[in-house]
C-alpha cells in the first residue's frame, strides 16, 4: 500500500508506508541520541531524565510506545568526583521506540554494541 501522504520533496513518488514508517523510527532514535548527548546525569537524577527523554520521544508524530534506560553500572563507574555526575554517553543508553504509520508499525532500538564500540541504532521488528 503507498500512501497519500508524501514528505516535502518526495511528492509523486511511491513511498510505502512502510518506509515511512522505518524512517519515522530512525528519526526518534536519531533525535533523542543528539539531543541529549552530554546532558548532565547523576545516580540520583537518572529516572527523571529517563522518563524526560521518553516523554520527548511520546510527542513525536507516529510514536506508541517509547522506553528510555541509562545504564547505572555504567554511570556509577563514570562518576565525577567531587561533583557527583558524568555527562551521558550514547553508550549509557538503552532505547526502544514503536511507530505505527497507518496500518504499519515498526520498532526501533539504540542500545551499545560492544563489538563495533558503538551505540547502534536498527529496526527490531
Do not use: C, W
Not at 512502510?18 to 546532558?39: D, N, R
Not at 537518572?46 to 510527542?59: F, I
Not at 510506545?65 to 551521558?88: H, T
Amino acid at each position: 500500500m503507498t500512501s497519500r501522504i508524501f514528505p516535502r520533496g518526495l511528492r509523486g513518488s511511491m513511498i510505502t508506508d512502510g518506509e515511512i514508517a522505518a524512517f519515522e523510527v530512525g528519526i526518534k532514535l536519531g533525535a533523542l541520541f543528539h539531543q541529549f548527548i552530554g546532558t548532565p546525569v547523576s545516580v540520583k537524577t537518572k529516572p527523571s531524565l529517563e522518563k524526560a527523554m521518553e516523554e520527548a520521544m511520546k510527542n513525536q508524530p507516529y510514536v506508541i510506545e517509547a522506553e528510555v534506560k541509562i545504564d547505572e553500572e555504567m554511570l556509577r563507574n563514570s562518576l565525577k568526583k567531587p561533583f557527583g555526575y558524568v555527562s551521558l554517553e550514547g553508550k549509557m543508553i538503552y532505547t526502544r521506540v514503536r511507530i505505527k504509520f497507518r496500518n504499519t508499525s515498526f520498532t526501533g532500538v539504540l542500545e551499545y554494541s560492544s563489538e563495533i564500540d558503538y551505540p547502534e541504532m536498527k529496526l527490531v521488528e
